[in-house]
């Protein structure tokens, strides 16, 4: 089993910055892939962008070049630098992480772009 805790998120004024984190534990070597998805209300959950074994991180076009994900095997966290904030942007961001038992979900944390 994996556990995901998420941290950071909070209210933030359109065109600024904040930073998400999302902290591994459990089994946390069994990890290979680990991301983010979304869910704004009344919407379908979203990829935001997912880091594959070899480090490499897709995003969705979305939130390309706006969004960042930087990933730490030793510490297993995976954090999402997130610049040029949008009003569409606001959503319930979730950590997700793909082991070798299966896929695993964090509680998420709400992020707010709203002046």
């Known amino acids: 089993q994996v556990q995901l805790v998420e941290s950071g998120g909070g209210l933030v004024e359109p065109g600024g910055s904040l930073r998400v984190s999302c902290a591994a534990s459990?089994?946390?070597?069994?990890?290979?892939?680990m991301g983010w998805y979304r869910q704004a209300p009344g919407k379908q959950r979203e990829l935001v962008g997912v880091t594959v074994p070899d480090g490499t991180a897709n995003y969705a076009p979305s939130v390309s070049g706006r969004f960042t994900i930087s990933r730490d095997d030793y510490h297993h966290t995976v954090t999402l630098q997130m610049n040029s904030l949008r009003p569409e942007d606001t959503a319930t961001y979730c950590c997700?992480?793909?082991?070798?038992?299966?896929?695993?979900w964090g509680q998420g944390t709400q992020v707010t772009v709203s002046i």
């Open positions: 997700v992480a793909d082991a070798t038992s299966g896929r695993y």
């Open positions: 459990g089994r946390a070597s069994s990890i290979y892939g």
